[in-house]
């Protein structure tokens, strides 16, 4: 009887019927140089050699690395809890704690270099620093200066006003913000608050700009340009979340008015501008792009939930929601460069805005984690867990990520070589 042998099934059979072509490819090496063992090893080395490949940026929980180990490096316990992330200049760390000093400590270690203290106490969400010097506002309503290096007072101004949120050190001049209205004060919202430019030199008021709002945010520079937010008060307007705001631009020499435009999205966070738009966001739960010509709203998009800050680089803003959400969106049109969601449980949102650096986007979420993801597309690249609470995000410098928690305790963390 003649046998009949079933049909053989080509290549392309198996490619058409959906087969992987991972296992195509091991097919023919194996169809090829099933009478030669040899070859089936280095086939099959070959073939997995390529899904490793393929598949080095996939892990099940999405992260290229997944959860790693950051190096501690060293902690200090100071008086009060941290309202503002310390930051990092060089090889020093520098901060504020809630009620206590002003301090620079060695990045290495933590010794401390020097610390200011005043008998009125400082604003600790004033801290900023440019290349040469140390800025802080004290609860007199004065604005400090002190060497970055050694901590030697420089000059102090009193401007009568008290100043809660930081001054912007730019080209020589420090343009601070001053408030009617805030914690541990009386609050006055039928005054006004100014802007004023002072010399960095030497402390001297270069000009001052009177608004119509009684608190002002820390103002952005672009382009000989300041963009400065603020709230006022008008009983005319009900407005159920949010309040009268505006924004003006002013000259960056004289303080003189460009154009001022009005809004109801409440108290300004955060503001950051381009060559062509101006963005912000306010108390409402939107981000908006201003024209920088004349200020006319040329789009608004929703966050969904509240946006505690936002950083910008070139065409594009980088911010996180309450609802677990991160955003990258362009600052032409407001539409989305891509969109992350944070992990491990609803309401685990990014605290602060994110630090970017070499083509990362670094932040401290509100269960500890700390997260690094892919600037450009969003792709999650790491994770690590803390166990830190704090009430605000994380400093960044010389690979090194330092937090403030909110028992006043600082913790500094090294970056593994092999991740960075």
């Not at 992260?63 to 310390?86: C, D, V």
């Not at 300004?268 to 981000?287: L, P």
């Not at 032409?332 to 891509?338: F, L, V």
């Not at 944070?342 to 984690?369: A, M």
Request: charged share 20%.
């Amino acid at each position: 009887m003649k046998r009949i042998l079933p049909e053989k099934k080509s290549h392309y059979f198996f490619l058409r019927q959906g087969a992987s072509p991972l296992l195509i490819l091991a097919r023919i090496f194996w169809s090829y140089h099933h009478r030669r063992w040899i070859f089936r090893v280095f086939g099959c080395f070959i073939v997995f050699t390529v899904i490793q490949i393929i598949h080095t940026d996939i892990r099940a929980d999405g992260f290229k690395h997944g959860e790693i180990s950051l190096l501690y490096q060293w902690s200090l316990q100071t008086e009060g809890p941290f309202n503002q992330a310390p930051e990092i200049r060089g090889n020093k760390v520098y901060g504020i704690p809630q009620k206590s000093a002003l301090f620079s400590l060695k990045l290495d270690d933590g010794t401390l270099i020097w610390k200011k203290s005043i008998q009125a106490g400082w604003w600790d969400r004033t801290l900023a620093l440019d290349e040469e010097k140390v800025y802080a506002a004290s609860r007199k309503a004065g604005l400090f200066a002190f060497d970055l290096n050694s901590g030697k007072e420089i000059w102090r101004t009193d401007l009568g006003i008290q100043v809660q949120v930081r001054p912007l050190p730019v080209n020589g001049v420090v343009y601070t913000p001053s408030t009617h209205v805030g914690t541990d004060i009386p609050s006055h919202h039928e005054k006004s608050a100014k802007l004023f430019a002072l010399d960095a030199v030497d402390g001297s008021i270069l000009w001052a700009h009177e608004s119509h709002c009684y608190a002002l945010q820390t103002p952005f520079y672009r382009n000989g340009v300041i963009y400065l937010a603020g709230s006022y008060f008008n009983p005319q307007l009900d407005i159920d979340e949010g309040g009268p705001m505006s924004i003006e631009a002013l000259d960056a020499e004289t303080g003189e008015i460009l154009w001022l435009t009005h809004g109801t999205d409440g108290f300004v966070k955060s503001i950051y501008a381009t060559d062509h738009e101006v963005i912000y966001i306010g108390y409402q739960d939107f981000v908006n792009g201003l024209s920088r010509i004349n200020g006319v709203r040329i789009w608004r998009r929703d966050t969904g939930n509240w946006v505690p800050d936002l950083a910008g680089l070139e065409g594009y803003v980088y911010f996180g929601s309450a609802n677990t959400m991160v955003h990258a969106r362009r600052t032409a049109d407001g539409s989305a460069i891509w969109e992350y969601n944070i992990p491990w449980g609803s309401f685990n949102y990014l605290l602060g805005k994110p630090v970017i650096e070499e083509g990362r986007l670094y932040f401290l979420t509100q269960r500890g984690q700390v997260l690094a993801l892919n600037q450009g597309t969003g792709a999650p690249l790491w994770y690590a867990q803390t166990g830190l609470a704090s009430r605000t995000g994380l400093g960044y410098g010389n690979s090194r990520i330092v937090i403030g928690d909110m028992k006043g305790k600082l913790h500094t963390y090294l970056i593994p070589k092999s991740i960075r």
